[in-house]
């Protein structure tokens, strides 16, 4: 079993920047890929990024390659996703995931998600 709680949505200026955490806990939580899905109002999940679980392999959507950063911290329970140069079409809520590989996340075939904090970008 793994928990996972994101924690950091808010709402930002269109150009401003969050950074978004997520805790795992439960058994074997540092063998798990995690990564990042969204969703907002009235349009399918998407995936935004993922990590290995040594951190050496990530995954970006296109839509944010370039602005945002997925990173584990040293002690690999715990997963940011920094979010630069925000824009409106980022508003969703986002989801943390955890997965046997980057790419079953990628795959929304992740095992475990979180409640989802929103973020919200103005313009």
């Known amino acids: 079993q793994v928990q996972l709680v994101e924690s950091g949505g808010g709402l930002v200026q269109a150009g401003g920047s969050l950074r978004l955490s997520c805790a795992a806990s439960g058994r074997t939580s540092s063998s798990y890929a995690m990564g990042w899905l969204r969703q907002a109002p009235g349009k399918e999940r998407e995936f935004v990024a993922a990590?290995?679980?040594?951190?050496?392999?990530?995954y970006y959507a296109d839509s944010v390659k370039g602005r945002f950063t997925i990173s584990r911290a040293n002690g690999k329970n715990t997963v940011y996703l920094q979010m630069n140069s925000l824009k409106p079409e980022d508003t969703a809520v986002y989801y943390c995931?955890?997965?046997?590989?980057?790419?079953?996340?990628?795959?929304?075939?992740?095992?475990?998600w979180g409640q989802g904090t929103q973020v919200t970008v103005s313009s």
């Open positions: 995931a955890a997965g046997s590989s980057p790419l079953s996340i990628k795959t929304f075939n992740s095992d475990y």
């Open positions: 990590v290995s679980t040594g951190g050496g392999i990530t």
